[in-house]
């Protein structure tokens, strides 16, 4: 199985000031079509999983701008430019190139 | 709007069964592949399985051979069938949209193993 390593596991920031979460798989996660089937994840307090970005870098509709996805291959990244409020959250990384499905350990970001 | 939403979770002994459903409303069902996910009390996000728009079926080791996914396509519904429960099963269950991108989750049902 894909094994999908997040780090940190616990974030605390201050508001306006910029994170990161690092994401780095055991295998590559190129698919035969050429794609990275890299998701992220953003789980409020009491809520469902939201997704933010697929394919690495492809932004969901409604994410704000201030986060950004990168990455390639087996080491990915999310960032948030300036955390606010509404960031407070526990975010995860899974991989859809490969099954089973993995998911990260999710990172925990509190201000 | 996409719409997911699932039922049948509860209180169930360890060694029993139940079978969680998923309604889905605002795309065509049978154009997507389905999946369940799980998320134990204060832990991370767990696949459990998945049923492809092409038929394959595809399970969690946890899981394997006591769980059962299925679809009805006319009924826009997914189901899983859950057999042989360990406490180690309870969990939030989620019902999710997506073969390689999970893109849209439902609210969850809560299944709670325990004597």
């Known amino acids: 199985d894909v094994v999908m390593t997040q780090s940190p596991l616990s974030l605390p920031v201050t508001l306006g000031q910029p994170a990161s979460i690092s994401c780095r798989s055991s295998?590559?996660?190129?698919?035969?079509?050429?794609?990275?089937?890299l998701n992220w994840f953003q789980q409020r307090p009491g809520q469902s999983p939201r997704r933010l970005f697929y394919k690495v870098s492809n932004r969901d509709s409604g994410v704000p701008d201030r986060f950004s996805g990168s990455g390639s291959g087996t080491d990915f990244t999310l960032k948030i430019s300036r955390v606010e409020a509404e960031d407070v959250g526990v975010y995860y990384c899974?991989?859809?190139?490969?099954?089973?499905?993995?998911f990260g350990q999710g990172t925990k970001l509190e201000i | 709007e996409v719409q997911l939403v699932e039922s049948g979770g509860g209180l169930v002994k360890p060694g029993g069964s139940l079978r969680l459903s998923c309604v889905a409303s605002g795309f065509a069902f049978s154009s997507y592949s389905m999946n369940w996910a799980r998320q134990a009390p204060g832990k991370g996000l767990e696949w459990v399985s998945s049923f492809t728009t092409g038929g394959y079926i595809y399970y969690a080791d946890s899981v394997k051979g006591r769980f059962t996914i299925s679809r009805d396509n006319a009924m826009n519904s997914l189901y899983l069938q859950m057999n042989s429960l360990r406490a180690e099963d309870t969990a939030v269950y989620y019902c999710v949209r997506g073969h390689y991108n999970h893109d849209y989750w439902g609210q969850g049902t809560l299944v709670t193993v325990s004597s």
């Open positions: 899974m991989q859809g190139s490969l099954w089973p499905r993995t």
């Open positions: 295998q590559s996660l190129v698919y035969s079509d050429g794609n990275t089937y």
